[in-house]
């Protein structure tokens, strides 16, 4: 696992996007007492929300690479998969460290490997041999079990469980709820509906839904 090195409360964290993830992020990164400055980077449509306590900066293209070398770590926070993939990539091109965000809930093995940039929420379990890659989201309560692959920028929703050795393909979306059985796969940017069970390998591209999950028509 990659904590780039735990000390307590010195560190500058940015987090872009301050919306809905946004403001989760900032949750977990104050649970963890890791930071001793949080601020945000968004882009000025949605700056009209004001979280006390933190600036929000305007996301203005041309200032974004100056504006993120001022923190020690930056943290995507958005819940589109494309999004976070697109701007991680602007983060390590900027040479600036990504966070990786795990709540102190969250149960991690010390034998899983969580990837920078993800986002691990309270309750969340992450079990032996387990591997999340870079700049995914594991939302609250989702149990990625033993040897479970879960590739880069995805995003598994809240209470998600994903059997043994089960794999998810890069940018794919798991809805809430939803359960993906022992050495199933889902493919790449596919999405899981809500409180589905996932019993088939999902193809790449694929939207399944229900119980047992089908094809959504
Ligand atoms: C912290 C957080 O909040 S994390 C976010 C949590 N949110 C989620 O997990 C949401 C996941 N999203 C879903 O489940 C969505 O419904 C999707 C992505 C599967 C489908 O969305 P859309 O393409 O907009 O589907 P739409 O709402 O038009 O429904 C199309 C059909 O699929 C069915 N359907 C949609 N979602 C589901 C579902 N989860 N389970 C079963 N059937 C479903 C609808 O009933 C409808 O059926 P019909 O054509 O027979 O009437």
């Known amino acids: 696992m990659e904590t780039s090195g735990f000390t307590k409360n010195t560190k500058r964290l940015l987090i872009w996007g301050a919306g809905d993830q ?9 649970a963890m007492k890791r930071y ?6 968004d882009i ?11 600036t929000i900066y305007e996301e203005a293209k041309e200032k974004v690479s100056e504006l993120i070398h001022g923190y020690d770590e930056v943290i995507v926070a958005s819940g ?25 809930t969250a149960v991690i093995s010390p034998l899983a490997h969580v990837a920078n940039g993800c986002t691990i929420l309270a309750g969340a379990v992450v079990n032996i041999n387990a591997y999340v890659g870079i700049g995914c989201i594991v939302n609250t309560h989702a149990v990625i079990e033993h ?8 995003n598994i929703c809240p209470q998600v469980s994903m059997g043994g050795h089960a794999k998810i393909g890069r940018r794919s979306f798991i809805g809430i709820g939803s359960t993906i059985l022992d050495h199933i796969t889902v493919g790449r940017e596919s999405i899981v509906g809500a409180g589905a069970v996932v019993i088939r390998d999902v193809p ?14």
Do not use: M, W
Not at 22 to 30: E, F, I, K, P, W
Not at 36 to 41: A, E, G, H, Q, V
């Open 36 to 41: 001793s400055r949080i601020d945000f980077l």
């Open 147 to 154: 040897d479970c692959l879960a590739e880069d920028y995805v």
């Open 22 to 30: 946004g403001t989760v992020a900032l949750d977990c990164a104050l």
């Open 204 to 217: 790449d591209g694929t939207t399944v839904v229900g119980v047992p999950a089908k094809r959504k028509h």
């Open 80 to 104: 589109s998969n494309y999004l976070r993939e697109k701007k991680i990539a602007q983060v390590l091109a900027a040479g600036v460290p990504l966070a990786t965000l795990i709540h102190p």
């Open 44 to 54: 000025k449509e949605k700056g009209h929300r004001q979280i006390p306590g933190h």
